[in-house]
C-alpha cells in the first residue's frame, strides 16, 4: 500500500484560464462530498429502511499564511467579496506517484484573516462551498 505525503499538495484555482497554486498553504484538506439519507421506514416495516439522497459537494477548508499583497489571495478575497453567483474552478493536487487531481467549482463561503500577534505570522482560514461533484 502505497502512503502519499502531504507535503507538496497544491490547491489550485483557474485564474484568467490557468489552474495557479494558492500561496503559502500549510493545511489542506480534500473534497469531503456526502449523501444524506432518505428515511423510508414505514409503520408496518420490520427493519429500517432508507436510501441515498442527493450528492452534496460539501467543503474544503484552507489554511495558509496570509500576504495581501499576493495575486492569489487577492482573487480568492475578491471572489469572496463578489456578489456575482459564479462559482470559480478548483483542483487539489496530491504528490502521489503519479499525481492525482480532484477538481470542482465552489465559491468562497468564509474567509477569516487572522490575529496579527507578536511572534506570530498572519494566518488565513477560508472554506471553499462545493457546487456539483468533485472529479479525477
Known amino acids: 500500500m502505497a502512503k502519499v505525503k502531504g507535503k507538496g499538495t497544491l490547491l489550485q484555482v483557474k485564474i484568467s484560464g490557468t489552474y495557479t497554486t494558492v500561496a503559502q498553504r500549510t493545511e489542506v484538506m480534500m473534497p469531503q462530498p456526502k449523501r444524506n439519507a ?3 421506514t414505514g409503520l408496518d416495516d420490520e ?8 450528492l452534496r459537494g460539501g467543503s474544503l ?39 492525482k487531481t480532484k477538481q470542482f467549482t465552489g465559491w468562497i463561503e468564509d474567509w477569516k484573516p487572522g490575529t496579527a500577534k507578536i511572534d506570530n505570522l498572519l494566518e488565513l482560514d477560508l472554506t471553499i462551498r462545493i457546487t456539483g461533484a468533485p472529479t479525477g
Open 38 to 40: 432518505i428515511e423510508a
Open 47 to 54: 427493519a429500517e429502511d432508507s436510501f441515498k439522497g442527493i
Open 61 to 99: 477548508p484552507l489554511k495558509c499564511w496570509y500576504d495581501p499583497n499576493d495575486s492569489t489571495h487577492e482573487y480568492l478575497e475578491n471572489s469572496f467579496y463578489t456578489d456575482d453567483n459564479a462559482d470559480e474552478l478548483f483542483q487539489v493536487v496530491l504528490q502521489s506517484s503519479p499525481t
